[in-house]
């Protein structure tokens, strides 16, 4: 008995349809590949544009107080031309309206990475808390150098974001960033000028070093 044949193709690939393939993945490998970096890339600057505002905003603290008695806005009252009262009571903007020579621009008090606010166009008319993202240290003394003297304000104190204000904190409370900006990290200028990008783990260890026991800091 002759064995039959059967006459319908089969369904296995053919040698093209295999090439075909090849390349259409090797090429959304590349499209996805070749995006990952420009994101981290964008995220890189974004954070370093953050750093070098803190360093424009803590060198204009030590111009500002260069020109006052070795004082910044803070210790000194409103009327020596200081901010002592209004920012002991959580008022973030007259610090920096007072520092708006040394500034030179709003810009340097919003970190790039903070959607929720927009830059202002200038010290005055629009400059509020809703185009400020840094806090001010009520407590910075150029003779203490660790102290804090501003950085990103996106504080969260035992998983509940702080509100605008003054925010009073004993060093061991467990406070840390939200996941906002910097994704539970920060940058902080303290009160000698330089900067600290902080990471949640090791911020506790840095208000440490404060040598107060009460945190105030001026949320905007």
């Not at 499209?31 to 890339?41: G, N, Y």
């Not at 200038?122 to 509020?128: G, K, L, M, R, S």
């Not at 509100?163 to 940058?187: C, D, M, V």
């Not at 009160?191 to 070093?209: C, F, I, K, P």
Request: charge should be neutral.
């Amino acid at each position: 008995m002759k064995p039959r044949v059967a006459h319908r193709q089969t369904d296995a690939l053919t040698l093209v349809d295999v090439l075909v393939i090849i390349v259409v993945l090797a090429v959304l490998a590349v499209l996805v590949l070749s995006a990952l970096p420009r994101k981290h890339e964008y995220n890189w600057r974004k954070y370093v544009a953050c750093v070098n505002n803190l360093k424009q905003v803590g060198l204009s603290f030590r111009i500002w107080e260069g020109d006052h008695n070795d004082k910044y806005p803070m210790q000194l009252s409103v009327t020596n031309g200081g901010t002592m009262e209004l920012v002991a009571a959580g008022n973030v903007v007259a610090t920096f309206q007072v520092m708006s020579n040394e500034l030179a621009t709003p810009k340097c008090v919003l970190c790039p990475r903070d959607t929720n606010r927009d830059n202002a166009t200038n010290f005055t008319t629009d400059f509020n808390n809703s185009r400020i993202s840094y806090f001010v240290g009520v407590d910075a003394d150029e003779n203490y150098p660790q102290k804090f003297l501003s950085g990103d304000a996106n504080f969260e104190i035992g998983g509940a974001a702080v509100k605008s204000g003054l925010l009073e904190f004993s060093t061991n409370a467990p406070i840390g960033w939200t996941a906002a900006r910097h994704q539970f990290a920060g940058n902080i200028s303290l009160s000698d000028g330089s900067v600290q990008s902080l990471y949640n783990t090791n911020l506790a260890s840095q208000l440490q070093q404060t040598g107060l026991a009460t945190n105030r800091l001026a949320i905007p």
